[in-house]
């Protein structure tokens, strides 16, 4: 990573703003010591912090703006004689953008407003069209995973249920439980309903987008984690029919043979993930895999009021992907704090992201974790080679923390980068 700052060998900066409670966290790595040569001080501005120390000076800016009359206390007696330091100021809350400022709401990559219409999707890695220009109409969200069960929740329990005349004194349906369903179901909110990719409509949910295949170009389909051997989709349909493997087959580009996302055989829908294709958006940006991971757990959280996830590797990935010699661990994320922004030496900006523990599991180990009465982990499934690239961004965002605060009862600590659609200097 390369430095935005005038940073020197003499010390690396690391600073964090904590929304939740507006104070801005300031750690600085000596190469030596503290001494009487080792100062600190805050910009009038309150945005940049500037340390000396041996002849040598350090900068750095801060992820949010300091409180006006903010100031950074010389280095103490307790703190002379360290390596490591570190001050708290208030932060100023009038500067925080309103995404920040209201915890509840995040900005989901490539949400439908986001899409331009008529956008084609491109892959990533070639640039191959899979998804022609003009074939989608329009782009609409897909809805949280549990909604079949929250409308049916409200169906059943709305405030005039009791008065419908065909209950009883006790609130009790005299009609059957079939008939319920049924009629659940006509109305398309039933427990069993599902999404239908349709022709023309662009799916978008957290990770991925949703197309029908008759959008689709340039694909090809295979059972395995490779292109290898990749058939038509009509075969697989015919395959699983017959009794074939009941998994989704992956989805791979024609042209390069990227894998892209995944083919829903009974539906006949095509899967393609955010961070592996491209397509015009109004923000401009495209997302990475770790900001699709990071609005998947903060969404995974809201829903169980859990912070604990279990990214696995889905189904032949788990086996490493065949002439690579890579296996692919599951990984297991302890989510500490979804709503900080950090800038730091090592990055060339201030990164809103996710603060959390992380560490490598075998498979088996997240197997018989998922399969015990008290897991408190929600699983998330990715492909093996995402896997790995997020577990590269992990390992690299906790060489970025001061040296005391990078590991915590054998997990390691790190930074999921978030999508932010207000763009690198939105902190700044």
């Known amino acids: 990573m390369s430095s935005s700052s005038s940073s020197s060998s003499a010390c690396a900066l690391y600073a964090e703003l904590l929304v939740n409670i507006r104070q801005i ?3 600085a790595s000596l190469d030596s010591p503290s001494d009487a040569s080792t100062q600190v001080s805050l910009s009038a501005d309150g945005r940049t912090v500037h340390l000396a120390h041996r002849g040598q000076t350090s900068r750095l800016i801060l992820p949010g703006k300091a409180a006006l009359g903010g100031t950074l206390l010389p280095v103490q007696d307790r703190q002379k004689g360290t390596a490591s330091l570190s001050w708290r100021l208030a932060a100023d809350g009038a500067a925080l953008p309103p995404s920040q400022r209201q915890a509840a709401v995040e900005d989901v990559p490539w949400s439908a407003t986001d899409l331009a219409p008529t956008s084609g999707v491109a892959c990533r890695h070639c640039g191959a069209d899979v998804v022609p220009g003009g074939s989608v109409k329009a782009w609409k969200d897909l809805p949280s995973e549990n909604w079949a069960e929250m409308m049916e929740f409200w ?16 609130g009790n349906s005299k009609d059957s439980a079939k008939a319920d369903e049924k009629s659940l179901a006509s109305r398309g909110y039933g427990a069993s309903s599902a999404i239908q990719a349709q022709k023309g409509v662009g799916f978008v949910d957290l ?43 992956n989805v791979f580009c024609s042209s390069c043979h990227a894998q892209l996302g995944l083919f829903n055989v009974r539906a006949s829908a095509v899967t393609l993930l955010k961070w592996q294709v491209l397509c015009r958006s109004a923000s401009g940006s495209v997302p990475t895999a770790p900001e699709c991971l990071a609005a998947s757990l903060i969404a995974s959280a809201a829903r169980s009021g859990s912070s604990k996830s279990l990214v696995t590797p889905l189904p032949d990935a788990a086996r490493g992907d065949p002439g690579k010699g890579a296996e692919t661990d599951a990984l297991h994320i302890w989510m500490l704090n979804s709503g900080i922004v950090f800038s730091s030496s090592g990055v060339p900006r201030c990164v809103p992201a996710i603060k959390l523990l992380f560490r490598a599991v075998s498979v088996e180990e997240a197997d018989k974790m998922l399969a015990g009465l008290t897991c408190d982990s929600h699983e998330i499934s990715l492909p093996g080679g995402t896997i790995r690239q997020i577990l590269q961004h992990l390992q690299e965002s906790t060489t970025l923390l001061p040296p005391g605060e990078r590991t915590f009862q054998g997990w390691n600590v790190g930074l999921l980068s978030k999508w ?7 902190t700044n």
């Open 420 to 426: 932010n659609v207000d763009g690198p200097s939105a």
């Open 207 to 249: 990770t991925s987008l949703l197309f029908a295949e008759t959008d689709c170009r340039n694909l090809t389909f295979s059972w395995s984690s490779h292109a290898q051997g990749a058939s038509e989709s009509q075969a697989l349909v015919a395959s699983a029919s017959s009794g074939g493997p009941s998994r989704n087959p």
């Open 155 to 170: 169906h059943c329990h709305k405030p005039d249920h009791h008065h419908h005349p065909h209950h009883d004194g006790n």
């Open 25 to 27: 966290s300031i750690a």
